[in-house]
C-alpha cells in the first residue's frame, strides 16, 4: 500500500510539472517583413520581452493584452492554443494602419494558421471595440 502511495504522489508531481512548463499558446513572430504572408518556417517562438511590449500610444496596450482580449475568436483561439490555431505575429509589432474604424491608431497584424495553413490575417487594435468594454477592436479578411 505505500509503494502505491509514493507512485501515485509521483505520477501526480510529474503530471503537474508537465502541465505547469506548457506554453500557453504557439504564438510566433515573423522574421521576414512580407506583406500578405510569414514564412512560418522561419519563425520563432515569441519571447516574453516581446509579449510585453506596449502600444506606443495613450493606450499602453501590451501584446499579451490584445491577443488575449482581441474582439476576434480566431486571435483568441491561436493566443490559447485552442482548436489547434497557432498565429504568427508580424515582425514590427505595433504599427500604424487599419480600417475606417480607427485609420491610423495602432494595432498588430496576425496571421492564422491550423496546421500549415494560413486560414486568415486579423488586425487587433490598441483600441477597445466600440462594442465591448473588455475585447480589442479586430479585424480579420
Known amino acids: 500500500m505505500r509503494t ?20 500557453l499558446a504557439d504564438v510566433y513572430v515573423c522574421n521576414d517583413k512580407l506583406v500578405k504572408d510569414c514564412n512560418i518556417k522561419s519563425a520563432v517562438l515569441i519571447s516574453p520581452e516581446q509579449y510585453n511590449l506596449e ?9 499579451r493584452q490584445a491577443l488575449e482580449h482581441s474582439s476576434q475568436d480566431s486571435v483568441r483561439n491561436g493566443y490559447s492554443n485552442t482548436a489547434n490555431t497557432d498565429i504568427y505575429l508580424k515582425k514590427d509589432f505595433w504599427h500604424e494602419g487599419g480600417t475606417t474604424a480607427f485609420p491610423h491608431d495602432l494595432h498588430i497584424t496576425t496571421y492564422v494558421y491550423k ?21 480589442y477592436f479586430a479585424t480579420c479578411d
Open 55 to 63: 502600444s506606443q500610444n495613450s493606450h499602453k496596450v501590451t501584446v
Open 115 to 135: 496546421g500549415n495553413n494560413k486560414q486568415k490575417t486579423c488586425h487587433t487594435f490598441s483600441n477597445m471595440s466600440p462594442k465591448s468594454t473588455t475585447k
Open 4 to 23: 502505491l502511495k509514493v507512485y501515485l504522489a509521483i505520477t501526480s508531481a510529474l503530471c503537474l510539472a508537465a502541465f505547469s512548463t506548457t506554453p
